[in-house]
């Protein structure tokens, strides 16, 4: 409704975007706390549409507690932390006031919430207060965790259930109903002398807060034809106006209208000739009274099988209109095949929570790692005082943890995202007496979980599958005796890359070669169905399958085994199991292009977790779905023991690929600090496949709208092998003079995207949702 009204004024960005974590509703630098009978106050509008302002513990948070942050043994400070009205983010003091946007965090951005010394910080520091009263909120992405100490046990616990209830009514709300939290926080926010009255100011103040510049002339006329009783303010049903032609979708009743004929609503048959058009699966009568019963907001509509547009709305913007084929974000593949089938979420150098330099180690790394459903985690296993071997990255300033405070955190975490199995990459430099003594704490603290011997009935010579696997621990690593080579000697874990290494180990090679000649019975017991090893010649002739090998690969290695073994490496990768590691030469813990390995059926592409980029977005989308159980079944091309495939040469295009980017709604703020920062955004979509199928188109700018844009431009791409696409929807901040700023982006299989109409929900740089932000399309896929 509002397009192509906007101000043609060109700006520039003044200082970097604040980070897209925080580019969401922000807070006053010193919110008041609320009084009894606060339920009248405009702000308090959003948890009593939660249900939770009579809650004891929400109202509790919302007056706010007085905590101990802990960072160290040292840096114990007490600080205010206070639940805000919007019942989204809470605000806490800091010692040196900053930017508001810096005294926040958001709800919806917690991982999970820990109660008593569950974490690595409170372990080590935390000694002088009693578990009960501790608590630690663990967030998505690379924040840090907040290791927090309550002045009682009763006020930690208010805490804990509070935040549970909470985040458990934000997963429950739709779609619409976060929109209509999320504006009614801004309105709030305007809402500068908080008399529940909107001035003409105020409304320009609320427009500029949601991202939209829009023509002053043009703002007042709305705000006019609002203005009922024409006193130059807007209350009441009078705001609710504007709030309502403010969120209107013209391009969603314009698709409505086209179904529900002069009426203006939906019958069961017109609704079912819309969702035969989307090419929705299964699309019946019943499905269609199904979705009017589950997503009509009027009851009399609802009685009469009719949907209303409203409901329209409300349907579209459900996981049942999003891009994502609900059926997939579930497990829904064969789980019962050899574990070489899959692709495997892996991670590379999985202690480290920065560069692999001189950053931290820590437990927490492999928490993190869990919680993105990572199912092949790396332990660089070195010396330790007091026959304690120690986990970090050898030869430079990174610091310590414990072996087995790092097997601790596997039995306690491993499995609570996935059931599936999980693999521990053994990078060994110990000697024999430390070797044992990993052994050991693998025994003692994993107990049943290990797989310490071939499965019952099992083939030696076939891997097990993931099914058969459920809730067990293996261990990659080097065996006896079969890892000796011509003279003898034990080969180390990446022994068969270590001209890639050079540059990284210089300073200890020789002790790394000393201590490559020796492993230990007990620890080389444990490798069952991971045993390294170096990979043979595949030309002329590959050997033999060996299923219970694997070998581990720099990436530029790989990429040399892709590009001169090409069909046979694959034919390896059908059998055995090939773990694919970053260059040691990265050394800011950089990643490269997962994709080209999976291509060549390589399935542990190991990627350093804790830096954000695309290349961590192909991962998330790889794994997205299959209930993001952390294992995603090959192609059947990748699985064939004598599969012709080359993805060289894939042969011509079977698959067209038809995008109409339509619009945009509510994108993030990227300055949140300075209120006339509009973003002029543009939409990129990337294809990530075999090479032939690599594509990426934009669309045009648009100027000054980040809260609805419109483009209505259509991109389309030949595919070739469609099997393996992935597909990375892109917004960006477009910049004349410099590169462009992210905005958000979300990245899913071919397979799984589904056609038609559709949302595409953005997520940040570190995988945290941007909701309400969205992107609206149209989705066709041709097969020939």
Request: charged share 25%; hydrophobic share 35%.
């Amino acid at each position: 409704m509002l397009c192509g009204r906007w101000r043609s004024r060109h700006r520039r960005h003044e200082e970097p975007p604040m980070p897209a974590q925080v580019a969401a509703p922000v807070a006053l630098p010193s919110p008041p706390a609320p009084q009894d009978g606060g339920n009248k106050r405009p702000g308090l509008r959003a948890l009593k549409k939660m249900g939770l302002t009579e809650d004891e513990d929400v109202r509790a948070m919302l007056r706010g507690s007085r905590l101990c942050k802990i960072r160290s043994r040292t840096w114990q400070k007490e600080r205010l932390y206070r639940l805000q009205e919007d019942g989204l983010s809470v605000w806490f003091q800091r010692r040196i006031p900053r930017a508001p946007s810096q005294h926040i965090f958001f709800v919806q951005h917690i991982e999970t919430v820990r109660e008593g010394h569950q974490s690595e910080g409170l372990r080590r520091f935390g000694g002088a207060f009693e578990p009960a009263r501790c608590l630690t909120i663990a967030f998505k992405g690379r924040r840090k965790n907040l290791d927090l100490a309550a002045p009682t046990a009763e006020e930690a616990q208010r805490w804990v259930r509070g935040l549970a209830k909470l985040r458990a009514r934000l997963d429950a709300m739709s779609q619409r109903e976060r929109l209509d939290h999320w504006i009614h926080f801004y309105l709030h926010r305007a809402d500068s002398n908080q008399d529940s009255k909107m001035s003409f100011k105020e409304i320009k103040n609320l427009l500029r807060m949601v991202n939209v510049d829009m023509n002053d002339m043009y703002a007042y006329c709305l705000f006019k034809e609002c203005d009922r009783s024409n006193n130059e303010w807007l209350e009441g049903p009078e705001i609710e106006e504007f709030l309502r032609r403010l969120l209107k979708r013209p391009e969603l009743e314009e698709i409505f209208h086209r179904y529900s004929g002069e009426d203006r609503v939906l019958s069961t048959p017109e609704l079912l000739e819309f969702l035969e058009d989307q090419g929705e699966d299964g699309a019946t009568l019943a499905h269609a009274q199904q979705l009017i019963h589950t997503y009509e907001l009027n009851e009399t509509a609802k009685q009469h099988e009719l949907m209303t547009l409203d409901g329209f709305m409300m349907y579209l913007l459900s996981p049942e209109g999003a891009a994502l084929n609900p059926a997939h974000t579930c497990v829904f593949q064969d789980m019962n095949q050899p574990l070489a089938h899959y692709f495997i979420s892996s991670s590379h150098n999985t202690y480290l929570t920065d560069s692999q330099i001189g950053g931290p180690s820590s437990t927490e790394a492999y928490v993190r790692a869990f919680a993105q459903g990572c199912r092949c985690v790396e332990l660089d296993c070195w010396e330790g005082p007091g026959g304690e071997p120690v986990i970090y990255h050898g030869h430079t300033l990174t610091s310590k943890i414990l072996f087995r405070d790092v097997i601790q955190a596997v039995r306690d975490h491993a499995f609570t995202l996935s059931p599936y199995p999980v693999i521990l990459s053994l990078e060994n430099h110990c000697g024999l007496e430390q070797q044992a003594a990993m052994a050991r704490h693998l025994h003692t603290i994993l107990g049943d979980m290990l797989v310490t011997q071939l499965l019952d009935s099992q083939n030696p010579e076939e891997l097990p599958s993931p099914e058969q696997l459920k809730g067990r621990v293996l261990v990659k690593g080097k065996k006896l005796p079969a890892a000796r080579n011509e003279d003898g000697r034990i080969l180390s874990d990446r022994e068969e890359d270590n001209e890639d290494e050079d540059e990284e180990e210089e300073a200890g090679a020789a002790e790394q070669r000393r201590r490559a000649k020796q492993i230990s019975p007990e620890l080389s017991a444990l490798a069952v169905y991971c045993c390294a090893t170096r990979l043979r010649p595949l030309s002329p002739a590959p050997a033999p399958p060996q299923p219970c090998q694997v070998s581990s690969l720099s990436e530029r290695k790989a990429k040399k085994l892709i590009r001169e073994a090409g069909n046979s490496f694959i034919r390896h990768n059908a059998c055995q199991l090939t773990r694919v590691y970053p260059l040691g030469l990265r050394m800011n813990s950089a990643n490269y292009n997962p994709q080209e390995m999976w291509n060549s059926g390589c399935q542990l592409v190991a990627l350093n977790f804790q830096t954000p980029g695309y290349e961590m977005d192909l991962n998330a989308g790889r794994f997205l779905i299959n209930g993001q159980c952390g294992y995603v079944l090959k192609p059947a091309c990748l699985r064939q023991p004598d599969t012709t495939f080359d993805p060289e040469c894939p042969g011509p295009p079977r698959t067209t690929f038809t995008i109409q980017v339509l619009t945009a709604q509510q994108l993030p703020k990227l300055n949140a600090e300075k209120p006339n920062s509009i973003v002029d955004p543009l939409v990129r979509i990337e294809i990530h496949g075999v090479p032939a199928d690599c594509a990426c188109k934009e669309t045009n700018y648009v100027l000054n709208n980040g809260f609805n844009p419109r483009w209505g431009q259509t991109l389309q791409f030949q595919l070739r092998v469609p099997e393996l696409v992935l597909v990375r929807f892109v917004v960006e901040d477009y910049d004349a003079t410099s590169p462009n700023d992210f905005v958000g982006q979300f990245t899913l299989p071919l397979s799984s995207l589904k056609q038609g109409y559709r949302h595409i929900h953005l997520l940040s740089k570190d995988g945290a949702s941007l909701s309400p932000a969205t992107l609206f399309v149209h989705i066709c896929i041709q097969r020939s």
